[in-house]
């Protein structure tokens, strides 16, 4: 699924594209209003999160245009708890807020109730070739055949999976698959994709020298 980010705080920004492609999700953050409507004309997104207080056009003004020609779930992040600026997000149309500072546990919770709101099930399932995820109860088949895979492991999977076709070195996997945990060994990623080829198959992420790791399904 892609959701798009509308946040200018680069703090804020960084910490929540990391800890939803953690989760599997494809994540576009625009800085400003006018840059997220860019990119809702340009792609198709699943859900939408705004920050209020943007620079220029503001995050309700940016609700209120996007409301004119789609029903995107939208879920509104703000400093400010007040309950009027509460209802001015909701009866402008958004579908649920979070309040600053937020445990990131309850985002990827609100991100999950929403999709699965608006969606349904069946859009939480993502196949790649052999491999078919399961994103809301984080379940992996191979083949038609439930994997059973640790939390970490289903993350990393379901990034190489949602992102097939690109390479990505062990960096890369470290700041998307291990957002924000400090001291960890470069190495762990390679323990994890030898885990996850003797789990579904060995040809099933292939290395490319110099580029790093791809799903190939």
């Known amino acids: 699924m892609r959701l798009l980010l509308v946040e200018d705080d680069p ?3 960084e910490l929540v594209k990391e800890t939803l492609e953690a989760e599997g999700y494809a994540v576009d953050w625009a800085k400003s209003a006018e840059e997220g409507l860019g990119l809702l004309e340009a792609f198709p997104y699943d859900l939408a999160i705004l920050d209020v207080m943007l620079p220029g056009m503001d ?5 209120r245009r996007l409301r004119e020609a789609s029903k995107l779930p939208v879920l509104m992040l703000t400093a400010r708890g007040e309950v009027e600026d509460r209802v001015e997000g909701l009866e402008g149309g958004a579908d649920d807020y979070l309040v600053k500072p937020f445990h990131l546990r309850e985002l990827r919770a609100r991100v999950r109730a929403l999709l699965r709101r608006a969606h349904g099930e069946a ?3 993502v196949v790649r070739g052999r491999l078919a995820l399961d994103l809301e ?3 992996a088949f191979w083949e038609g055949k439930e994997v059973r895979l640790s939390g970490r492991e289903f993350a990393l999977l379901a990034f190489l999976a ?4 690109g390479h990505y070195p062990r960096e ?6 291990w957002a924000g945990e400090e001291g960890v060994d470069p190495k762990a990623v390679d323990v994890y994709v030898h ?4 789990k579904l198959s060995e040809d099933a992420i292939r290395t490319e020298r110099g580029l790093g ?5």
């Open 123 to 125: 859009r939480n399932l």
């Open 162 to 165: 949602l992102n097939a076709g």
């Open 59 to 63: 995050g309700f003004a940016l609700l």
């Open 213 to 217: 790791y791809a799903f190939l399904g």
């Open 195 to 198: 885990r996850l080829r003797k």
């Open 172 to 177: 890369v996997l470290l700041e998307k698959v």
């Open 11 to 13: 703090r804020v920004g």
């Open 137 to 139: 109860a984080r379940r």
